[in-house]
T-cell receptor
Framework: EAQVTQNPRYLITVTGKKLTVTCSQN?????MSWYRQDPGLGLRQIYY???????DKGDVPEGYKVSRKEKRNFPLILESPSPNQTSLYFC??????????????FGPGTRLTVT | SQQGEEDPQALSIQEGENATMNCSYK?????LQWYRQNSGRGLVHLIL?????REKHSGRLRVTLDTSKKSSSLLITASRAADTASYFC???????????????FGKGITLSVRP
């Protein structure tokens, strides 16, 4: 079954404690991306990757890191989480051509609370 | 400010009626995509329309694109209670390969379909 998986689904942590949210896709997609969703602000892109070892900033990259060492995995790292990073996070993947990223397949989401 | 802005923010209709949602954007695009999100879940891709297309259909969905007005509309015909969800448009801001592959989502439209 084609899917994007994220772990964990729910996480409560404290300020400053490093954490990683994993994302994996089994569709051999080139393009992977992380978004955060906050009430009234919609979905905002944090980082994206067009292929292995190719990453770039989205609209809200501050406080986040990513890496793309393998095509299927795209972890999101919060080195020192702060309460303003409390949010619902989505990973997504898609094919990618000269026309840009295509249909995005979304993971189920990770609800993060930083106290 | 958002690249894609949906309008209206919320829409409430009776089952069987048609629902029309609009999306406006600011810069040239390669394609525009519409997504649906059921409460708290990952987004699901509905339809993609390329910049050289004016209209596209998929089941009860009809999408139009007017690049001169930088706007798109999503029409859901004969709505059902199960169509109740949030709807988002998403655009890639630059048409040039590699120049900017961010995917920008609007804030979403909340559609309620009353049985």
């Amino acid at each position: 079954e084609a899917q994007v998986t994220q772990n964990p689904r729910y996480l409560i942590t404290v300020t400053g404690k490093k954490l990683t949210v994993t994302c994996s896709q089994n569709m051999n997609h080139e393009y992977m991306s992380w978004y955060r969703q906050d009430p009234g602000l919609g979905l905002r892109q944090i980082y994206y990757s067009m292929n292995v070892e190719v990453t770039d900033k989205g609209d809200v990259p501050e406080g986040y890191k990513v890496s793309r060492k393998e095509k299927r995995n795209f972890p999101l790292i919060l080195e020192s989480p702060s309460p303003n990073q409390t949010s619902l996070y989505f990973c997504a993947s898609s094919t990618f051509t000269r026309q840009g990223p295509y249909e995005q397949y979304f993971g189920p989401g990770t609800r993060l609370t930083v106290t | 400010s958002q690249q894609g802005e949906e309008d209206p923010q919320a829409l409430s209709i009776q089952e069987g009626e048609n629902a029309t949602m609009n999306c406006s954007y600011k810069t040239s695009i390669n394609n525009l995509q519409w997504y649906r999100q059921n409460s708290g879940r990952g987004l699901v891709h509905l339809i993609l329309i390329r910049s050289n297309e004016r209209e596209k259909h998929s089941g009860r969905l009809r999408v139009t694109l007017d690049t001169s007005k930088k706007s798109s509309s999503l029409l859901i015909t004969a709505s059902r209670a199960a169509d109740t969800a949030s709807y988002f448009c998403a655009t890639r801001q630059s048409p040039y390969f590699g120049a900017n592959s961010k995917l920008t989502f609007g804030k979403g439209i909340t559609l309620s379909v009353r049985p």
